[in-house]
């Protein structure tokens, strides 16, 4: 026998087509509803609840936590404190470095250095040593009326051929702040000028680190390496005790001022805007940082 074929026939008085077909638009009608009462519940939620509230935190959006500056804020002196400007120089000429177009303006000239020179010995300021001041802040010596610290960054070889000759006619006292793997090469100090220097008596040579890098970024291990081999290696050349660093680029945290003292320095020096040396200020001392623009006014209005 032949099977019955149902769709799209009459069987026992029912269409069935229209019946399926009844019951599928029926099923679609109700899930359209579901999903429009989905939908408005959600968009309510959100709109009444902008900014959903995690268990257990108080959400006050009118009183929002403040964002941690990323600003270092400027030091405080504080304990002894003294006046003691310490000059900063980079370059005393143009700058030998094309690709360096930062250090534009920390090139002085020679005839200004001069000039400044000539002012501090007419204004009767005295140029002493690194150790000089710090015994003085200690409270084991006294000052002469107008002290000032003469110091240059990096050793550039115009160190030797500009400034030393105008150091040696005043007959001034000065520190040069040595980064010692960068001697010896392009725009630097050879070694040989170096002790040239040395023997003059003029220039005392302090540390700048090892490779002239930012000491904040480093591993503790690394910082260590880059301020004990600086220090390690300038005695053992020269023969002298180096008990200070200056921070390349004028970076420093807690960490390299906790990891200097360890490695057996007694100061610091920074590039922070003052005239004031204190007893808290020992590790990140300020420095007066001059300027290529300046005139002689600007100058004595630094000191």
């Known amino acids: 026998m032949r099977r019955a074929n149902f769709v799209g026939t009459k069987f026992g008085g029912v ?5 399926f077909m009844d019951k599928i638009l029926q099923v679609l009608l109700f ?6 009462a989905v939908l408005y519940i959600s968009n309510n939620f959100v709109s009444n609840n902008p900014t959903p509230t995690l268990l257990g935190q108080n959400n006050k959006s009118s009183n929002p936590t403040p964002m941690p500056s990323l600003e270092t804020p ?3 002196p504080s304990g002894r404190q003294i006046k003691v400007p310490i000059l900063l120089y980079h370059y005393i000429g143009g ?3 094309p690709d360096d177009k930062a250090r534009d303006a920390l090139s002085v000239s020679p005839r200004n250095f001069d000039e400044q020179m000539e002012f501090l010995r007419k204004e009767g300021f005295q140029p002493i040593t690194l ?3 710090m015994a003085a802040l200690l409270g084991q010596i006294s000052l002469p009326t107008k002290p000032v610290v003469i110091s240059f960054e990096d050793g550039y070889v115009d160190l030797y051929h500009n400034a030393f000759p105008i150091l040696q006619k005043y007959g001034f006292r000065a520190v040069a702040f040595i980064p010692t793997r960068l001697m010896g090469t392009k725009y630097y100090l050879s070694w040989e000028q170096l002790t040239i220097i040395q023997k003059s008596g003029l220039l005392s040579f302090q ?11 480093l591993s503790k291990e690394r910082m260590m390496l880059e301020l004990a081999d600086s220090k390690k290696q300038l005695e053992q050349r020269f023969g002298i005790p180096v008990n200070f660093v200056a921070y390349p680029y004028g970076f420093s945290n807690t960490q390299v001022w906790q990891t200097a003292q360890q490695a057996g320095y007694v100061g610091g020096l920074g590039t922070w805007p003052s005239t004031i040396q204190s007893e808290g200020t020992i590790f990140n ?3 007066i940082k001059v300027s ?3 005139d002689i006014a600007t100058f004595a209005s630094k000191l």
């Open 15 to 19: 269409d069935w087509d229209y019946f």
């Open 31 to 36: 899930l359209s509803f579901i999903l429009i």
């Open 74 to 76: 400027t030091p405080v």
């Open 95 to 97: 700058n030998p470095n």
């Open 131 to 133: 150790d000089t001041m």
């Open 207 to 217: 540390s700048h680190s090892v490779s002239h890098v930012n000491l904040t970024e």
């Open 285 to 287: 001392m300020p420095r």
């Open 292 to 294: 290529g623009d300046w």
